[in-house]
């Protein structure tokens, strides 16, 4: 999970591709997987090991975009 969201967030900061879709796979990946993604609000300690500080602020923010249902636009 940590790779995929790595990856990702990578092909986003190298211009690879549009933040919108970041955002679509991030929260559909987060759906589908919450349970080796995260446990009791927080990332699961392989997630917070293998990604960087901001890698993980980025991925919050999605997951709170998700949450209150607002339009995608973040900055990193």
Known sequence: MAASNNELIDNYWRDEHKESYMIEL???L????EAKM??????????????????????S??????????KPSISV
């Open 26 to 28: 991030t929260q559909k």
């Open 30 to 33: 987060y759906e589908i997987n």
């Open 38 to 59: 995260g446990k009791d609000g927080q990332f699961i300690a392989n997630i917070r090991q293998q990604c960087d500080k901001e890698r993980l602020d980025v991925l």
């Open 61 to 70: 923010c999605i997951l709170k975009l998700k949450e209150e249902n607002k």
